[in-house]
């Protein structure tokens, strides 16, 4: 069965590339992924901040935007590198290259985040899974980086997708099953439900994504 929406017939990606600051200094310099890394803005730019993390230092619990010393009141061997920031706009350059072999509807959301809407490629490259998993596997092969791809019948559920497995993965949500899906998901898995959101929610006794589709307006 072709992965799209029979309804509204349409196909879209979200390829999100993973800690993608971190990643990209991990690749450029091979040791340090041996050891938990986190991109670090000066105190004096972004206030001494993470900007990024990579997988070892995340199982720390560290956590990107929190002061440094936290970071390393969590993890004592953590290594603080400053941003390159010219490197990250090019690898995010390079993969908006690649996604444009396969549709030229890009949207970009952020320097690490894009929606394709790959409806109109599907007679030349197959279903969005298809593309999806080539994208993924050239994006490795290619760059020496990951992403996670979420494909679905729409750019909320696309989003939603990609979150749901990291790093390196991909999620498909059809509308044919979505709700089997989405419905026990966290409220705060929505794009645009923040921390303050969350909490107002949560007070109205709304903790899922069906108890806030089904709750009044």
């Not at 690749?27 to 206030?47: I, Q, W, Y």
């Not at 993390?53 to 400053?82: H, M, Y």
């Amino acid at each position: 069965m072709e992965n799209t929406d029979k309804r509204f017939g349409r196909t879209i990606l979200h390829v999100d590339m993973n800690n993608f600051f971190a990643s990209v200094e991990c690749m450029l310099n091979p040791d340090l992924k041996n050891f938990p890394v986190a991109v670090c803005g000066s105190t004096e730019d972004r206030h001494g901040i993470v900007l990024a993390k990579n997988d070892k230092a995340k199982s720390f619990g560290v956590l990107t935007a929190e002061p440094i010393w936290q970071a390393q009141k969590k993890c004592r061997n953590l290594v603080t590198i400053s941003p390159h920031h010219d490197e990250y706009l090019k690898y995010s350059k390079l993969a908006v290259e690649i996604y444009r072999e396969y549709t030229d509807q890009i949207e970009p959301f952020g320097i690490d985040e894009c929606w394709l809407d790959v409806t109109g490629s599907r007679l030349l490259f197959g279903d969005g899974v298809k593309i999806g998993e080539e994208i993924r596997r050239r994006i490795r092969t290619e760059l020496g980086l990951t992403v996670s791809i979420g494909v679905s019948f729409n750019k909320t559920f696309a989003k939603i997708g990609s979150d749901m497995k990291k790093p390196d993965a991909l999620t498909y949500i059809p509308y044919e099953s979505f709700h089997s899906i989405i419905d026990g998901l966290p409220a705060d898995c929505l794009p645009g439900v923040g921390e303050k959101t969350s909490a107002i929610l949560k007070s109205h006794g709304i903790y899922t994504l069906a108890a806030l589709a089904g709750a009044p307006d």
